[in-house]
């Protein structure tokens, strides 16, 4: 039993760090989110600006729904 508690608590300090790979990953879409934030919002404050297409929805739609 004292074995089962160490191996838990080794994997928990491994598997609790954000590795190299993931901290990557969550910068580009943090980026997006950020990209979508300036000049997404920008375009769609001009006046006479084209209507968003289902296309363009479906594409943003995902990180609309993520970051709210």
Not at 7 to 20: A, N
Not at 25 to 37: P, S
């Amino acid at each position: 039993m004292a074995g089962l508690l160490l191996v838990h608590s080794i994997l928990m300090f491994i598997l609790g760090r954000v590795t190299t790979v993931a901290r990557a990953l969550l910068d580009q879409i943090k980026g997006v989110h950020d990209y979508i934030n300036a000049a997404e919002l920008e375009r769609l404050r001009i006046a006479g600006a084209p209507e968003m297409s289902v296309t363009h929805f479906a594409r943003i739609l995902p990180y609309a729904m993520r970051w709210g």
